[in-house]
């Protein structure tokens, strides 16, 4: 199993000038007891402070913090960034770096994209300069190998590791029980168990639970197929331990083994409990991961309110020579608008006959692309309610059935929409709307702050943008997951949309609704940024200018 985390950003010795950030330092005593505290004091580190160093060894903070609440995309993000303020060239960067290195492959194990973590292993160990650092990173990486299927590999690094490490220690009886499971992964038949039980003897006289935790999770899987009562019965002291550490992840996983080798007396137990546990793990992450994101706002909008302030003379100055520069073209103008009248009105009867063709054919472009989004669409979306709410009542479906009724008959008209509830509120509700039991949908950063300073006009358009996005997403790409986070960027906003459904096909054109998308973006000054690969899923990356 892997250790949490090495943190190796904050336990290092940065030299003799260095001053460490008062933030800094209550960042580190509140975290793994108040993350959500340490990670808004990191913050502040990062948004003053002028030592590379120390911002480097925030931002690694704040990914662990990230890592933890599972946040893995955001956490290798801040990783990332915490590697660009580290020199390779100078010694007092390198604990720092290797810590990076190490968590970006922790992270991408996590996200079972095993190849690459291996890749930040090896980077981990060319610049780790602690022994023991690189025992661990070493470990680390067998790992890898094992849960890739490279089975070869792992094993000769274990060896490897097993040979440098002091026997009937905690990291001894780790690298033993890590590679007796890679041993019966390799040969099922390997007899596994004295060197699985030895593992478990020296953690139970270290009281190392954690140690313990892993011993009982190999032992399940050793048995599972030989001695299910065996099997059963360690999987029970898994989920023993596994509450006593409070990790909600460890528990799951034991739920899960004791669903499958309990007796069949208990399974609706261990399953309700298992629903129990998921559900409030996956609430509370996506609530972390809300709430670092709000975080980060915070701190970016004061950063912005300053420059403001700064500007403010500037842009006075600048007002006043607009000012005379508009005048001077303003007269420019009109004398060259006297020379060229006689040329402008012979040819002034083409240009309005061919305004009114352009007129009358923007206008049935318009009409169109109202039906499509007023009335296609909101009745697809009622559709949805309907075939996948358990219930529905049946005044609620007259009033969206008389809704529709009523924009379809006003079709023609540009009545300004009043906003009947909090618009954020109003995004949830649209693309919760298309959720259903094969299809989860989450959102991230969906808060009044994000809406803020957008106007209506602009919040119109991607109302229509998100639920075409949605629509496309329950015709087309058979996804049992997406993803929208919401986030702040600097000038502006960003949508980030991803689901695992099948992506485009070859040779696919988009149809008159994402056409529509890419035109409602490039209208409010925005991106749009399509990646979809055959199998894959789609990724779409919206950005907009917030004037």
Request: with cysteine; glycine share 6%.
């Amino acid at each position: 199993m892997f250790i949490f985390g090495l943190l190796s950003c904050r336990q290092q010795q940065p030299g003799d000038n260095y001053v460490e950030d008062p933030d800094f330092h209550r960042g580190q005593a509140l975290l793994f007891k108040n993350n959500d505290s340490a990670f808004y004091y990191f913050n502040r580190v990062i948004s003053r402070s002028k030592d590379s160093l120390q911002v480097a060894m925030s931002y690694n903070n704040m990914a662990v913090i990230q890592a933890d609440a599972g946040d893995y995309f955001g956490s290798q993000e801040s990783l990332l960034t915490s590697i660009r303020f580290l020199n390779a060239a100078k010694e007092n960067n390198l604990y720092c770096l290797s810590s990076n290195y190490n968590e970006l492959g922790l992270n991408s194990f996590n996200l079972k994209s095993y190849g690459p973590a291996i890749a930040f292993y090896d980077s981990a160990y060319q610049v780790a300069r602690d022994k023991n650092l690189k025992l661990v990173i070493a470990n680390n990486k067998a790992l890898a190998y094992q849960k890739k299927g490279a089975y070869g590999e792992s094993l000769k690094l274990y060896r490897q590791t097993i040979a440098q490490t002091p026997k009937n220690g905690k990291e001894y009886a780790r690298i033993l029980s890590n590679m007796a499971k890679t041993k019966f992964l390799d040969q099922p038949g390997y007899n596994a168990a004295p060197e699985l039980l030895t593992a478990l003897r020296i953690r139970r006289k270290e009281n190392d639970l954690w140690g313990q935790n892993a011993s009982f999770a190999h032992l399940a899987d050793y048995y599972a197929g030989s001695k299910p009562d065996s099997a059963f019965f360690y999987a029970g002291e898994m989920y023993a331990v596994a509450r006593r550490l409070q990790s909600p992840d460890d528990q799951l996983e034991a739920l899960q083994k004791l669903i499958r080798f309990g007796p069949a007396n208990r399974l609706k137990m261990y399953f309700q409990a298992y629903q129990r546990l998921d559900d409030s793990v996956q609430t509370a992450r996506a609530a972390a991961r809300n709430q670092f994101a709000l975080i980060r706002y915070d701190a970016e909008k004061n950063k912005a309110d300053n420059l403001k302030l700064q500007k403010d003379n500037t842009e006075k100055k600048y007002q006043i020579i607009r000012q005379k520069v508009l005048l001077y073209v303003t007269v420019f103008v009109l004398l060259a608008g006297t020379l060229i009248a006689g040329f402008w009105y012979n040819r002034r009867k083409k240009r309005l006959e061919l305004e009114k063709q352009v007129a009358v054919r923007a206008g049935q472009l318009k009409l169109s692309k109202k039906v499509h989004d007023e009335v296609a669409n909101g009745l697809y979306r009622v559709i949805s309610e309907v075939e996948n709410g358990p219930e529905m009542d049946k005044e609620l479906l007259l009033d969206k059935m008389d809704l529709l009724y009523r924009r379809s008959r006003d079709i023609s008209y540009d009545d300004p929409r009043v906003e009947s509830m909090p618009f954020h509120r109003e995004i949830e509700e649209l693309i919760l709307s298309f959720a259903t039991e094969k299809a989860k949908v989450l959102l991230v950063g969906n808060g009044e702050a994000f809406w803020t300073g957008v106007d209506a006009g602009t919040r119109r358009e991607l109302r229509q943008v998100l639920q075409e996005l949605m629509v496309n997403m329950r015709k087309h790409s058979h996804a049992r997951e997406v993803v929208l986070k919401f986030e702040t960027l600097e000038g502006g906003r960003g949508i980030d949309y991803r689901d695992d459904g099948k992506g485009f096909q070859d040779g696919v054109s988009f149809g008159n609704g994402l056409t529509n998308t890419g035109n409602r973006i490039n209208d409010i000054g925005g991106k749009i940024i399509f990646d979809g690969n055959t199998g894959k899923g789609l990724t779409i990356q919206l950005s907009f200018p917030i004037v």
